[in-house]
């Protein structure tokens, strides 16, 4: 089992800045490729980046490509998004994921482990 808890999110203006965190425990962490995800209301979950067990491979999605940037600390068991030039179409409760299946990275059906949710609204 991997325990995730994500924090960071609130209110912000368009084109400010905000740091995601999400703080991993129990089963190895490590091993583990990392996703967030987001859902907007009335929307579908959509995958925003994912990154390997060791950091070395990200993936983005392509609304977020050049603004956000997924890091990881196994020595911390934490999965951090930094946002940058946020977009009131960034408003969304933003989910932090543990990979566990083999489907895509960009699929939520591969991560059988999820946090809680920390909303980011971005006002106009």
């Known amino acids: 089992q991997v325990q995730l808890v994500e924090s960071g999110g609130k209110l912000v203006q368009a084109g400010g800045s905000l740091r995601l965190s999400c703080a991993a425990s129990?089963?190895?962490?490590?091993?583990?490729?990392m996703g967030w995800f987001r859902q907007a209301p009335g929307k579908e979950r959509e995958f925003v980046a994912a990154?390997?067990?060791?950091?070395?491979?990200?993936y983005y999605a392509d609304s977020v490509k050049g603004r956000f940037t997924i890091s990881r600390d196994n020595a911390k068991n934490t999965v951090d998004l930094q946002m940058n030039s946020l977009k009131p179409e960034d408003t969304a409760v933003y989910y932090c994921?543990?990979?566990?299946?083999?489907?895509?990275?960009?699929?939520?059906?591969?991560?059988?482990?999820w946090g809680q949710g920390t909303q980011v609204t971005v006002s106009s």
């Open positions: 994921a543990a990979r566990s299946g083999a489907e895509s990275v960009r699929f939520a059906a591969s991560y059988g482990y």
């Open positions: 990154i390997s067990w060791s950091g070395g491979v990200k």
């Open positions: 129990g089963r190895t962490f490590s091993s583990n490729a």
